[in-house]
């Protein structure tokens, strides 16, 4: 499928080749900072958006039709998976997602169920429609979120600031851990393997809470279960996207797994950090989403002296180092990619 895409440039950055500037595509780039995601948020709930693939197809393209990126991705959320598994999942305004039933003790932890991925057969669907309307313009990226930040949301039973009851259930009950991370990894393997059959591109691994774990818990808890997941999907021409909140500590320990493309937060040198990774493993960020606030002339100049900081390195990938914020201006976005899209090394 990739040999047939009219703008490859984004497989071609993630396979570690030459690109005549960075691809670019953002965490979160169809969301709630574009007036036309509201038009469709304002008629459905969140979950009825990810659930129907035509809606879902809608604002995946959002961000293709508006902006121009070099790569779509799907419109979903990680915790779908848990939801399969049998989390009862809702998503409140201002509050943001919660699990009624969160996993305390091995009685609730028995109860979910890791052969659940035909509960996501939606996806699936919804991938199909964005490949027709695509139409081999442009790739489109798969994801799935990784095994510890799933476990935090289902043992927090929503988001955290501390993950207070999920490192004490690390530290005292680490079998317990151990085994609804392996639950939660057979799913994402199946589900992942679901979308890669149904026409995705590439496929991204969100760990958005890694940097809770210290170094040690990251990999026993985090890093072997990535690892597995990475080794057991169907990977043959698609890329894989490591992303871990904590990948400028955890990165060493991230490409062990041998990912395609580890994908940087904001608080490392991107140069260093290629510099001392595998010839063959891509980066993708780092630029600080906090910096597309700013005046568009200061924009331009550090997309331009990150971009300068990576000449002459293949396997560059252009991304925020976590995902476009909800009063993000619009047309700061939209000049991002415009500069980065003037850009030729």
């Given at each position: 499928?990739?040999?047939?895409?009219?703008?490859?440039?984004?497989?071609?950055?993630?396979?570690?080749?030459?690109?005549?500037?960075?691809?670019?595509?953002?965490?979160?780039?169809?969301?709630?900072?574009?007036?036309?995601?509201?038009?469709?948020?304002?008629?459905?709930?969140?979950?009825?958006?990810?659930?129907?693939p035509e809606?879902?197809?809608?604002?995946?393209?959002?961000?293709?039709?508006?902006?121009?990126?070099?790569?779509?991705?799907?419109?979903?959320?990680?915790?779908?998976?848990?939801?399969?598994?049998?989390?009862?999942?809702?998503?409140?305004?201002?509050?943001?997602?919660?699990?009624?039933?969160?996993?305390?003790?091995?009685?609730?932890?028995?109860?979910?169920?890791?052969?659940?991925?035909?509960?996501?057969?939606?996806?699936?669907?919804?991938?199909?429609?964005?490949?027709?309307?695509?139409?081999?313009?442009?790739?489109?990226?798969?994801?799935?979120?990784?095994?510890?930040?799933?476990?935090?949301?289902l043992v927090?039973?929503?988001?955290?600031?501390?993950?207070?009851?999920?490192?004490?259930?690390?530290?005292?009950?680490?079998?317990?851990?151990?085994?609804?991370?392996?639950?939660?990894?057979?799913?994402?393997?199946?589900?992942?393997?679901?979308?890669?059959?149904?026409?995705?591109?590439?496929?991204?691994?969100?760990?958005?809470?890694?940097?809770?774990?210290?170094?040690?818990?990251?990999?026993?808890?985090?890093?072997?279960?990535?690892?597995?997941?990475?080794?057991?999907?169907?990977?043959?021409?698609?890329?894989?996207?490591?992303?871990?909140?904590?990948?400028?500590?955890?990165?060493?320990?991230?490409?062990?797994?041998?990912?395609?493309?580890?994908?940087?937060?904001?608080?490392?040198?991107?140069?260093?950090?290629?510099?001392?990774?595998?010839?063959?493993?891509?980066?993708?960020?780092?630029?600080?989403?906090?910096?597309?606030?700013?005046?568009?002339?200061?924009?331009?100049?550090?997309?331009?002296?990150?971009?300068?900081?990576?000449?002459?390195?293949?396997?560059?990938?252009?991304?925020?180092?976590?995902?476009?914020?909800?009063?993000?201006?619009?047309?700061?976005v939209k000049?991002?990619?415009?500069?980065?899209?003037?850009?030729?090394?």
């Amino acid at each position: 499928m990739n040999k047939t895409l009219q703008n490859d440039l984004f497989i071609r950055a993630a396979f570690g080749q030459q690109t005549e500037r960075p691809p670019v595509w953002m965490m979160r780039q169809a969301g709630r900072y574009m007036p036309e995601y509201w038009e469709i948020k304002n008629k459905y709930t969140f979950l009825e958006m990810c659930k129907t693939p035509e809606i879902a197809a809608d604002v995946t393209m959002l961000p293709v039709d508006l902006l121009d990126i070099d790569a779509a991705i799907l419109f979903s959320d990680i915790l779908v998976t848990p939801e399969a598994m049998g989390g009862d999942l809702s998503f409140e305004q201002g509050v943001g997602p919660r699990f009624s039933n969160p996993v305390r003790n091995w009685e609730d932890a028995e109860k979910l169920n890791a052969q659940s991925a035909d509960r996501l057969q939606y996806v699936a669907d919804a991938i199909k429609v964005i490949q027709e309307r695509l139409n081999g313009s442009i790739p489109l990226i798969g994801f799935a979120g990784a095994p510890f930040t799933i476990l935090s949301y289902l043992v927090e039973g929503k988001s955290s600031r501390d993950f207070k009851l999920t490192k004490t259930l690390l530290n005292n009950d680490p079998k317990l851990a151990h085994y609804i991370l392996q639950k939660i990894t057979d799913l994402t393997v199946d589900y992942l393997n679901m979308q890669i059959a149904a026409g995705v591109n590439a496929v991204q691994l969100f760990d958005s809470w890694a940097m809770a774990l210290t170094w040690n818990d990251y990999i026993e808890f985090g890093h072997a279960y990535t690892q597995q997941i990475i080794s057991r999907i169907n990977r043959e021409s698609i890329p894989v996207i490591s992303f871990a909140r904590g990948s400028s500590v955890f990165y060493p320990i991230m490409s062990e797994a041998k990912p395609d493309v580890i994908s940087l937060d904001w608080n490392a040198d991107i140069l260093n950090v290629k510099n001392n990774l595998p010839k063959e493993i891509a980066v993708q960020g780092n630029f600080d989403p906090i910096i597309l606030y700013a005046d568009k002339p200061v924009i331009r100049k550090k997309i331009h002296e990150l971009f300068e900081r990576m000449r002459g390195q293949d396997g560059f990938l252009f991304n925020l180092g976590h995902g476009i914020m909800p009063d993000m201006p619009f047309d700061h976005v939209k000049y991002t990619v415009d500069v980065i899209k003037e850009f030729r090394y």
